[in-house]
């Protein structure tokens, strides 16, 4: 049998590394939703779009499950708990940023040139993780070492607190020595900030203990909506549409993951940005004077997605 290339595995109390494979059923029968990452402007837009859900009377936030990957990690650990996103929101339109560098220079276009070439040099999805998990302990080893530390603190400062909160929270990451796809819940032994970092760490691999981890979207895509599977009804809020940027045999994309849900009997809605916001993001997504555009089409998006959730969702 040929192994599956996207099998996930938990990380689990006292365990120096990733632990007994998950197997069981999400919730079952249960609701879940998915928040996908898309850098500071993916975060932006999809607090905006939860903002705009709640606000027309549909509270997605209080799925029975929350999954987040990178940015979309942060995002499901904030709302957790019955957080406001109309707070959040609120927070975010308020920002004021000086605008950044032209595109082409921005770190995230970078970032998106190097892993390019890495994605191109793999001969599938797990060769993919190892080698990204490859250059981002290169990149720590050629650090001051004070990377994690630093990280942590960033993201601390953007949630309620280190605790997990009692709504079931799943935090993708991957392993940069092993390549090998994790989650993170509140069964794992590590706290809600250095799970949601290792789901963030980008380009540096983060410390964990002895473990590294790296960015939660090279698993399968930034949603990792699969990992849903045998719930009910699944939304996803995808910053990146979606999209993929490695061949599409791979199967990475969230269309793909989309049909496998429908196909066990999950009932499955995306929200993804319309076409006059998608320059919000690749390139630009570390462009925080954006995020109150990005927060403010999220809003928009999720007005207009309501009435096609409201039915399915209750």
Same mark, same amino acid.
């Given at each position: 049998m040929?192994p +599956? #290339?996207?099998?996930? %595995?938990r990380v689990a109390? &006292? $365990?120096?590394?990733?632990?007994? /494979?998950?197997t ?13 990452g898309g ?19 549909v ?9 987040g990957?990178s940015?979309?990690a ?6 957790a ?13 308020a920002?004021v940023?000086?605008?950044?560098t ?9 970032a998106?040139r190097?892993t ?6 793999a001969? +599938? #999805?797990?060769?993919? %993780?190892?080698r990204?998990? &490859? $250059?981002?302990?290169?990149a720590? /080893? ?6 994690s530390?630093?990280?942590r603190a960033?993201?601390?400062a953007r ?5 997990w909160?009692r ?6 990451a991957?392993?940069a020595r092993?390549?090998?796809?994790v989650?993170?819940?509140r069964s794992?032994g590590?706290?809600?900030?250095d ?10 691999a ?13 698993r ?6 699969d990992l849903?599977?045998?719930c009910?009804?699944v939304?996803v809020?995808?910053p990146?549409s979606?999209?993929s940027r490695?061949?599409s045999?791979?199967?990475m994309?969230? $269309? ?21 916001s ?14 109150p ?22």
């Amino acid at each position: 049998m040929t192994p +599956d #290339p996207f099998s996930t %595995r938990r990380v689990a109390p &006292a $365990a120096p590394g990733p632990s007994a /494979a998950r197997t069981q059923v999400a919730v079952p029968g249960g609701r879940a939703l998915v928040v996908g990452g898309g850098g500071s402007t993916g975060h932006a837009w999809a607090v905006g779009v939860l903002a705009g859900l709640s606000d027309a009377g549909v509270h997605v936030a209080g799925a029975d499950l929350l999954i987040g990957t990178s940015s979309g990690a942060t995002v499901a650990a904030q709302v957790a708990d019955g957080a406001s996103p109309a707070d959040l929101f609120a927070g975010i339109v308020a920002e004021v940023h000086p605008t950044a560098t032209a595109t082409g220079t921005t770190p995230a276009a970078r970032a998106m040139r190097a892993t390019a070439e890495i994605i191109a040099a793999a001969t +599938d #999805p797990a060769d993919m %993780r190892r080698r990204m998990g &490859a $250059a981002a302990l290169e990149a720590e /080893a050629a650090s001051d070492g004070s990377r994690s530390a630093r990280w942590r603190a960033t993201v601390a400062a953007r949630l309620p607190g280190p605790h997990w909160p009692r709504q079931p929270v799943w935090i993708v990451a991957v392993d940069a020595r092993s390549g090998e796809p994790v989650v993170f819940d509140r069964s794992s032994g590590v706290d809600l900030v250095d799970a949601v970092a290792a789901s963030t760490s980008n380009g540096v691999a983060y410390a964990i203990g002895r473990d590294r981890y790296v960015d939660g979207a090279y698993r399968r895509s930034g949603e990792n909506a699969d990992l849903a599977a045998g719930c009910a009804r699944v939304v996803v809020l995808s910053p990146l549409s979606g999209g993929s940027r490695c061949p599409s045999e791979w199967g990475m994309d969230l $269309a793909t993951q989309a049909e496998e849900l429908r196909a066990g009997g999950t009932d499955v809605v995306t929200v993804v940005p319309d076409s006059s916001s998608e320059h919000l993001f690749g390139s630009r997504a570390m462009d925080l004077s954006l995020r109150p555009v990005a927060a403010r089409a999220g809003y928009a998006r999720g007005r207009s997605a309501a009435g096609r959730l409201a039915g399915s969702w209750a």
